[in-house]
Nanobody, 127 residues
Framework: QLRLVESGGGSVQAGGSLRLSCAAS????????MGWFRQAPGKEREGVAS???????RYADSVRGRFTLSKDTAKNTLYLEMNSLKPEDTAIYYC?????????????????????WGQGTQVTVSS
């Protein structure tokens, strides 16, 4: 069973940067479709960035150009570099993986496609 653990959240001022990490254990994460999601208070969870087995990436319009997803296959770790942070980026950020397939081409923000989730890490951006 794949286990995902996020870290790197914190509190920053608007314009600042954070790098989130998602460490995977249990299975090698190099080939799964994976994604970053976030949920702000009172709002539904939304997709932020996703990556497929072939290196394809997708970003939400709200973060494109500011956030960068990367992964280190050797370390089984997924990253989300977040720059030019805005107060509206405040949320709990979750890492997710679709372990149903050994390789996956989907770039989706539909959370029902992901069957492994981390516990989340809080990101707070103050103005």
């Amino acid at each position: 069973q794949l286990r995902l653990v996020e870290s790197g959240g914190g509190s920053v001022q608007a314009g600042g940067s954070l790098r989130l990490s998602c460490a995977a254990s249990g299975y090698a994460s190099g080939s799964y479709c994976m994604g970053w999601f976030r949920q702000a208070p009172g709002k539904e969870r939304e997709g932020v960035a996703s990556v497929n087995s072939y290196g394809g990436k997708r970003y939400a319009d709200s973060v494109r150009g500011r956030f960068t997803l990367s992964k280190d296959t050797a370390k089984n770790t997924l990253y989300l570099e977040m720059n030019s942070l805005k107060p509206e980026d405040t949320a709990i950020y979750y890492c997710a993986a679709d372990t149903r397939w050994t390789r996956c081409s989907l770039l989706t923000f539909a959370d029902q496609n992901y069957n492994a989730w981390g516990q989340g890490t809080q990101v707070t951006v103050s103005s």
